[in-house]
Nanobody, 127 residues
Framework: QVQLVESGGGLAQAGGSLRLSCAFSGGTFSNYDMGWFRQAPGKEREFVAA????????YYADSMKGRFTISRDNAENTVYLQMNSLKPEDTAVYSC????????????????????WGQGTQVTVSS
């Protein structure tokens, strides 16, 4: 059974950093492009970042560019999200997702393009 498990969430102060990890198991990791999404209380889930199966292409939401970095290690079956210069508005549940379906235009921002989801990890940023 293919599975994604996130870790690394927690409490951080504004201006601080956290690194999230998402461990993949039960399949072939390099068959999947990977993405991170987040959902803040009372808000809809939104796209954060994505990375192609090879790691050669990355995509970011405009508000995360320059602060967040997505990367992957196909040997370790893990995708990472390095979050720097954290803001209180970054507080959310962060979930990783896997995309293996045929490519659609701007697939990386479309939640329904992903066919595999983790349970999420809570990130709380205090001011």
């Amino acid at each position: 059974q293919v599975q994604l498990v996130e870790s690394g969430g927690g409490l951080a102060q504004a201006g601080g950093s956290l690194r999230l990890s998402c461990a993949f198991s039960g399949g072939t990791f390099s068959n999947y492009d990977m993405g991170w999404f987040r959902q803040a209380p009372g808000k809809e889930r939104e796209f954060v970042a994505a990375i192609s199966w090879s790691g050669g292409r990355t995509y970011y939401a405009d508000s995360m560019k320059g602060r967040f970095t997505i990367s992957r290690d196909n040997a370790e079956n893990t995708v990472y999200l390095q979050m720097n210069s954290l803001k209180p508005e970054d507080t959310a549940v962060y979930s990783c997702a896997g995309h293996s379906a045929p490519y659609a235009t701007n697939w990386w921002i479309k939640q329904n393009a992903y066919d595999l989801w983790g349970q999420g990890t809570q990130v709380t940023v205090s001011s």
